[in-house]
């Protein structure tokens, strides 16, 4: 049986003591996959991709936090030919404790280094589904969101939660640019589009915008 490709699968994990969503992306009878995001414990979705026969296309991260990249020296070694890739302004995260903010939680963390770079307006091509990179930056400075417009589907990583919205309080963060982040960058998709955020149940945007009590779609 032939399935149709261009319907991407988005399959949640939710690993670790910080509950972190982390996500394998795939597509009917496709065999390369994603996997975006890489928490602790992530051997349950490896046992996963291998269980599907799927081969990991890309390693992709929505921004350099310790609880999404403590897992991704064993999914890397699971996998070492597919590419990590990061938003530049974070590439150097996944080596520096401090800014990983692994330092603080007692176990400094340094991940194996980024292969490449995403960039805002990055196009990326998994089977027929065209999926575009949006530079999210305010919870941390290289946040971005993976949008996949055909289906709608964003993966937003901790920018925008159901009901909540990103942490900025870290040194890191910026709360005028989060705002920003949302307002101009995740408001303006269709009001249909499913939000994985990378902690808590999904979303949609319509339901963020009517009734996110931190950001509405009426302030802009
Ligand atoms: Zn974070
Ligand atoms: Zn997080």
Not at 39 to 65: D, W
Not at 123 to 128: I, V, Y
């Amino acid at each position: 049986m032939t399935e149709p490709t261009g319907t991407p699968l988005i399959e949640g994990y939710t690993l670790g003591p910080f509950a972190t969503n982390c996500f394998i992306v795939r597509e009917p009878g496709l065999e390369a996959c994603w996997i975006v995001d890489a928490g602790f414990r992530p051997e349950v979705m490896i046992e996963r991709v291998r269980a599907l026969g799927l081969t990991p296309s890309a390693i992709l991260l929505t921004h350099a936090h310790a609880d999404h990249i403590a897992g991704l020296e064993v999914v890397k070694g699971a996998f070492p030919e597919a590419p990590i890739l990061i938003h530049a302004a974070e590439r150097e995260w996944l080596q520096t404790p401090e800014l990983n903010l692994s330092a603080g939680l007692g176990t400094p963390l340094v991940a194996p280094a980024a292969d490449g770079t995403l960039e805002d307006g990055q196009k990326l091509m998994l089977g027929e589904s065209a999926w575009r990179v949006i530079h999210t930056p305010g919870h941390s400075p290289g946040g971005v969101t993976l949008y996949c417009e055909s289906a709608p589907i964003a993966l937003v990583g901790d920018t925008l939660f159901a009901g909540s919205i990103g942490r900025y309080d870290f040194p890191t963060s910026d709360g005028p640019v989060l705002f920003a982040s949302i307002r101009e960058k995740l408001y303006t998709l269709p009001d249909a589009t499913i939000v994985h955020p990378g902690h808590g149940p999904a979303t949609t945007i319509g339901s963020e915008k009517g009734t996110n009590p931190y950001v509405r779609a009426e302030a802009v």
